[in-house]
């Protein structure tokens, strides 16, 4: 353990002073529109109770459509639309190919078919 002097605290109220909840916005926006489950419900005109028709009644399936819907998120889905309104030439990648954990973009069906024991068992 390092010891806290006035530097260190300085150093991390910059970094603090720079940090945003953009990207958390925009990831429960993606999940909230592609998730008809986490959509927000909606009022009617003539009923005040909220309900929505679509909604999940089991937490454990919530849970399940997040975790695939990550996945999906971070190798399946590209930054293609924004690369086109900056009217870049670059090639669309997925948020995994920008950290460096893939080497190209995935199709749905490669990860809904992927088997561990496939992959990583030899014979």
């Known amino acids: 353990m390092t010891g806290i002097n006035a530097d260190s605290i300085e150093q991390a109220s910059m970094i603090l002073q720079s940090t945003s909840l ?3 916005d ?15 419900p909606v009022t009617s005109a003539t009923n005040s109770k909220r309900w929505n028709a679509y909604a999940g009644y089991n937490p454990t399936w919530m849970c399940k459509l997040i975790e695939i819907m990550r996945v999906y998120n971070n190798f399946c889905r590209t930054n ?7 009217r870049s030439n670059d090639e669309p990648t997925t948020p995994a190919q920008r950290v460096g954990i893939a080497q190209h973009v995935y199709r749905a069906s490669d990860i809904l078919s992927f088997s561990a024991n496939k992959e990583f068992m030899v014979g």
């Open 22 to 24: 953009n990207g958390v």
């Open 26 to 40: 925009n990831w429960f926006q993606i999940l909230r529109r592609l998730v008809t489950m986490l959509e927000r």
């Open 80 to 86: 293609e639309k924004s690369l086109k309104d900056k």
